[in-house]
């Protein structure tokens, strides 16, 4: 949090204010997936900018969207795939890009370059190789435009990216239904404009655009649901009542072995894999995300009805889940090159967040390291809100969170750090892919519009010249 600092309004007053449809437990919408386009070995797409007025619950509202919808089409592709994705920005007011979160991709160029630049009026052609090792799940794309992220997410610039794969690695999910979860939250002045959030009002959050869906399931019934948290600011911890989550894949790693949840922390910019097995008693199950404290000076968070599970029809036998999933190499069995000290601070009444004491400078290079290493991070919340630590083109190891030492379960892009406290993370940059400019940052985009983002330079030894600086890449006038 950084503007506003105000006591939230009630649940029942937000309720009241946006007169959500359903209007209490259950009765909402259905629940439908979002639209999504299709690739094999090559997504040919194009995403226009425009600002264009959609409706969610009763709430109409005018803001920058992809393709006319607030809900962005979900965009898949197989592993080793392209994706040759045009961006056409028709906002008249401010420049774009799109950043693939997640992904293990090149920084340069016309591949994940978040120093692109795509003016009103102008295209952009990015083209982005998948991996062929990847072993499918949930990522995501969205804005990346320096100082305008969280506005342009807010306001819809964001949509679900799924590499296929994670059935046919894991053979127990075939057969399961899977359905794809969207979080997003939105506000609206008077007149339906939409600009940056503000948390000491209420806002409207919804699954695929969609408030408070009925899901259904049947009893026995194991499904496959496939979540993103893609708003800009806010956390989530979801829960069913009556209801366990298996965890399978996070931030789209398969995990190495499955985990059982009560509740799911989504931290901005997170995605989780999760395993849900109907109730043997049919019946109607609160799904929820729980009030969560992200310390004194974060955003009010209180728990709110997300939807409903409606448990119905004949029994279903539940899906066995194995007891390791996929195995992943313990990166700390491998030798650290170096070790840094993150660190996360804020000037809560001036807006202005800090990553090792100095704001996001985009001519700075703050951490410059040689392909082949390894390096073990310490975050270090210091400040009285929780932060959420994000990095580009590669994922991350959790070793310890407050001192801890961690289980290993996988890799994940995406953690958050308590008040005060410390998460030590390993990460690779092996990969030749990796070698370019790119960033880290807070995914609480309020806080990386804010300062709270770095330059990181990956260069291979080499060839220690060889990192093209590519901060002034444009787009077109479309053509
Ligand atoms: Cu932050």
Request: hydrophobic share 35%; aromatic share 8%.
């Amino acid at each position: 949090m950084g503007r506003n600092a105000v006591a939230f309004v009630s649940l029942s007053l937000a309720i009241g204010l946006f007169g959500c449809n359903g209007g209490g437990s259950s009765g909402g919408e259905t629940f439908d997936s979002p639209s999504e386009i299709v690739g094999g070995k090559e997504l040919n797409v194009e995403l226009t900018v425009s600002e264009q007025r959609n409706k969610i619950g009763d709430l109409e509202f005018v803001s920058s969207v992809y393709n006319g919808d607030y809900v962005a089409p979900v965009l898949r592709i197989k592993p080793g795939g392209v994706i040759n994705l045009k961006l056409r920005n028709l906002n008249p007011q401010q420049p774009s890009n799109v950043h693939y979160h997640g992904l293990e991709v090149s920084p340069q160029g016309n591949s994940d370059n978040v120093f692109v630049q795509v003016e009103p009026e102008n295209c952009f052609e990015y083209r982005i190789q998948i991996p062929e090792n990847d072993r499918g799940g949930m990522m995501w794309y969205h804005s990346h435009m320096m100082g305008l992220s969280e506005t342009q997410v807010f306001n819809g610039l964001s949509g679900g990216l799924i590499i296929d794969g994670l059935q046919d690695n894991l053979p127990f999910l075939k057969g399961v239904k899977e359905r794809v979860m969207i979080l997003k939250d939105i506000q609206a002045e008077a007149d339906g404009t939409v600009t940056v959030p503000d948390y000491s009002k209420p806002t409207l959050r919804s699954i695929n655009g969609i408030v408070r869906p009925s899901i259904s399931i049947r009893p026995g019934e194991t499904q496959l649901w496939r979540i993103g948290n893609v708003g800009a600011n806010l956390f989530y911890n979801l829960a069913v009542e009556g209801h366990d989550f298996v965890e399978i894949a996070r931030d789209g790693e398969v995990r190495v072995a499955p985990l059982r949840q009560a509740s799911l922390m989504l931290p901005p910019g997170a995605r989780s894999e999760v395993l849900i097995t109907g109730a043997a008693t049919a019946g109607t199950y609160a799904f929820k995300t729980l009030a969560i404290d992200t310390g004194p000076d974060g955003d009010p968070t209180p728990e709110e009805l997300m939807g409903t599970l409606v448990v119905s029809g004949s029994a279903a036998t539940p899906v066995t889940v194995p007891s390791t999933l996929m195995p992943s190499a313990d990166l700390r069995e491998q030798p650290v090159t170096k070790r840094r000290r993150i660190v996360f601070s804020e000037n809560n009444d001036a807006g202005l967040f800090y990553i090792n004491n100095q704001l996001y400078s985009p001519s700075r290079d703050d951490v410059v390291l040689p392909l082949g290493s390894l390096e073990e991070w310490q975050l270090v919340n210091n400040s009285q809100e929780l932060h959420t630590f994000h990095i580009h083109q590669t994922d991350f190891q959790i070793t310890a969170r407050n001192g801890q030492p961690e289980e290993f379960r996988g890799y994940q892009d995406t953690v958050d750090i308590d008040v005060g406290g410390t998460v030590t993370v390993l990460i690779p940059f092996k990969n030749p892919v990796q070698v370019g400019r790119f960033v880290f940052h807070c995914h609480i985009l309020e806080h990386e519009d804010g300062g709270m983002m770095q330059n990181i330079v990956v260069y291979d030894p080499a060839n220690p010249k060889g990192v093209p600086d590519d901060r002034m890449t444009q787009g077109k006038v479309c053509s």
